[in-house]
């Protein structure tokens, strides 16, 4: 008798809920874009870990595993002003600031501190791009491993447009901090 009251029980419990309405799930934001329609929210998780794909062939040098990850057109904004475009630009410079790095008796090397990924609500336009993909933002430490330098570190701020698993733009920007 217990059984058959709970299976009772159980079938009314899902028979009342199965036959609420539930609202469309809205997506919640939390920022703005000044002069803009888009606003702010969370954006994935798919995105982060290609970043975490990226930042790993990085600390490696493993250059051919880094272009994969990177667009045809991709941009990208080096906080000393240069410009790559594609991705063997990019290696290209990469390999030029490793080069410096180690001739300046510094390792290269970095601590990834966090990186979260953001994304715009859609404008209705196809002809803007800056509603698609997700937007990670990372940051990293750099310890200058050369006694000689004045400086003892870097905090390096980087985001990453990323889209259908490719970097399509990407800016750096640095703070020193001195001995």
């Known amino acids: 008798m217990k059984n058959t009251t709970l299976i009772f029980a159980l079938v009314c419990t899902f028979s009342f809920t199965s036959c609420n309405e539930t609202a469309p799930c809205e997506t919640s934001t939390n920022g703005f874009l000044t002069d803009t329609d888009f606003q702010v929210k969370m954006g994935s998780s798919d995105a982060v870990e290609v970043f975490k794909q990226l ?82 933002n990372a940051q990293f430490t750099s310890k200058n491993s050369s006694p000689d330098s004045e400086i003892d570190s870097e905090v390096i701020y980087e985001y990453y447009h990323i889209v259908d698993g490719k970097v399509t733009g990407w800016s750096q920007f640095k703070k020193t901090i001195k001995r």
């Open 55 to 136: 930042d790993t062939a990085w600390a490696k040098l493993d250059y051919d595993t880094m272009k994969t990850y990177i667009a045809d057109k991709a941009s990208f904004s080096f906080a000393d002003g240069f410009v790559a475009t594609g991705p063997q630009e990019f290696v290209d410079k990469i390999k030029a600031q490793v080069a410096k790095s180690l001739a300046e008796g510094n390792n290269y090397e970095w601590t990834t501190d966090y990186a979260f990924s953001l994304a715009l609500t859609d404008d209705g336009d196809d002809s803007t791009s800056m509603d698609t993909g997700d937007w990670v």
